[in-house]
């Protein structure tokens, strides 16, 4: 069973969230389809943030067209995603010639709280 995904509705309950409750849904939407896909499941932070905004109408609207009041939601975001680096659910590093593209690999343990459904488990 995947883990709540409710924090991710609106912008509301996305500003209202358990920071640990967020990041379970940002491995499990950024990442759970990719888990047959050979090799380390890797994309950068924008397609991460693509990938979640798909799943929430008013999040979709405020992430893609970058209208500044998505500032707010992307800094939500960007802090979840800092959860699971320091819980090493993920590695996130610079990529590309002049070192902009921010990369977000699933790491072994990330791949294993997906796999158990229930990866809020492995966020402290």
Do not use: K
Not at 35 to 59: C, F, K, S, W
Not at 82 to 107: C, F, K, M, P, Y
Not at 117 to 124: A, K, L, N, S
């Amino acid at each position: 069973m995947p883990p709540s995904l409710d924090c991710v509705r609106s912008l509301a309950a996305l500003q209202q969230a358990d920071l640990r409750d967020l990041a379970a849904a940002v491995l499990w939407l950024g990442f759970a389809h990719r888990l047959d896909r050979p090799g380390r499941p890797t994309m950068n932070l924008v397609e991460l943030q693509t990938t979640i905004a798909r799943q929430v109408p008013e999040l979709r609207i405020r992430l893609l067209r970058n209208p500044p009041a998505a500032a707010e939601a992307r800094e939500i975001l960007y802090e979840a995603v800092q959860v699971l680096e320091h819980n090493r659910l993920i590695l996130w590093r610079w990529a590309g010639e002049d070192l902009t593209s921010e990369l977000i690999t699933l790491t072994r343990r990330g791949r294993a709280a997906l796999e158990s459904e229930e990866p809020e488990h492995y966020i402290r």
